[in-house]
T-cell receptor, first 109, second 115 residues
Framework: GEDVEQSLFLSVREGDSSVINCTYT??????LYWYKQEPGAGLQLLTY?????DMKQDQRLTVLLNKKDKHLSLRIADTQTGDSAIYFC?????????FGSGTRLLVRP | KAGVTQTPRYLIKTRGQQVTLSCSPI?????VSWYQQTPGQGLQFLFE???????NKGNFPGRFSGRQFSNSRSEMNVSTLELGDSALYLC??????????????FGPGTRLTVL
């Protein structure tokens, strides 16, 4: 079955860059996603990348996809305190999303 | 355009009871998915409906069921509640579901506590 792993916790200083990593086993997904969840809220789609792309940039967000190593990352430039949240990578498979365990990002002032 | 709405937002039940959760998708969206979020298991897929048909089902016991109505609104039902069913239940809607990129918009969730 599919397996998606993320590190549990990341702490950065405000203004620094954050890099959140995700590794996966199933490589058949067409789209790979990054979601953000703030306390008490649902999931918000941040960005996505098509599986035949290596990189996608969207304002402060950069997504890197290494299909050979089955590694997906999300870089947040100039991280702000409002970026503190849980970040999930996700993959589409047969009308469902498979989520990683989530990385809690803490931004220190 | 209104977002995905879920009712109720909070629910407390006791073991053995049953519960029905409701989800109203964004207007025009025909696909509705349900996910269970717990601290131990993370986000797990329950089922997905499109035009009143279940297209995929996750690995949950038969106590978990769902349905979709002709107006795309969806309900999920959990019978004979167990303590382990305590979770945040998230509903997501999209225009057409996965396969092509159709962004899934999530509701705020229903927090179910089973005592």
């Amino acid at each position: 079955g599919e397996d998606v792993e993320q590190s549990l916790f990341l702490s950065v200083r405000e203004g620094d860059s954050s890099v959140i990593n995700c590794t996966y086993t199933d490589s058949s997904s067409t789209y790979l996603y990054w979601y953000k969840q703030e306390p008490g809220a649902g999931l918000q789609l941040l960005t996505y990348i098509f599986s035949n792309m290596d990189m996608k940039q969207d304002q402060r967000l950069t997504v890197l996809l290494n299909k050979k190593d089955k590694h997906l990352s999300l870089r947040i430039a100039d991280t702000q305190t409002g970026d503190s949240a849980i970040y999930f990578c996700a993959f589409d498979s047969s009308y469902k999303l498979i989520f990683g365990s989530g990385t809690r990002l803490l931004v220190r002032p | 355009k209104a977002g995905v709405t879920q009712t109720p937002r909070y629910l407390i039940k006791t073991r053995g009871q049953q519960v029905t959760l409701s989800c109203s998708p964004i207007s025009g969206h025909r696909s509705v998915s349900w996910y269970q979020q717990t601290p131990g298991q993370g986000l797990q897929f329950l089922f997905e409906y499109f035009s009143e048909t279940q297209r995929n089902k996750g690995n949950f016991p038969g106590r978990f069921s769902g349905r979709q109505f002709s107006n795309s609104r969806s309900e999920m039902n959990v019978s004979t509640l167990e303590l382990g069913d305590s979770a945040l239940y998230l509903c997501a809607s999209s225009l057409e579901g996965q396969g092509t990129h159709n962004e899934q918009f999530f509701g705020p969730g229903t927090r179910l506590t089973v005592l």
